[in-house]
């Protein structure tokens, strides 16, 4: 059974920098495409990031793109969130997710396991 914890979450102001951590248990962590969403209060989760299995491709919703990374430590079970550049808009509870093999995708109802969430404000 594959379990997430995510850790990082935190309060910033505008302009910092944050990095969550998404560490995972239960299986060969080279065989699962992993995936960052937020949720504001009151609305449906929103995909931030994704990165396959194979670490071949990487997708990024265009709200995020050059300012947030994605990416991985296979040796270590983590996936990581890098966030720079905060803006009060990226407030949120942001989720790690995981889904067997497959592509990267925007949809919740693809990825199978699902973490807690942190909290993570940004001040103006």
């Known amino acids: 059974q594959v379990q997430l914890v995510e850790s990082g979450g935190g309060l910033v102001k505008t302009g910092d920098s944050l990095r969550l951590s998404c560490h995972q248990s239960g299986r060969t962590f080279s065989t699962l495409t992993m995936a960052w969403f937020r949720q504001y209060p009151g609305k449906e989760r929103e995909f931030v990031a994704a990165?396959?299995?194979?670490?071949?491709?990487?997708e990024y919703a265009d709200s995020v793109k050059g300012r947030f990374a994605i990416f991985r430590h296979n040796a270590e079970n983590t996936a990581f969130l890098q966030m720079n550049n905060l803006q009060p808009n990226d407030t949120a509870v942001y989720y790690c997710?995981?889904?067997?093999?497959?592509?990267?995708?925007?949809?919740?109802?693809?990825?199978?396991?699902w973490g807690q969430g942190t909290q993570v404000t940004v001040s103006s």
């Open positions: 990165n396959d299995w194979r670490e071949v491709d990487t």
């Open positions: 997710a995981a889904r067997i093999f497959g592509t990267t995708t925007v949809l919740p109802s693809d990825y199978s396991y």
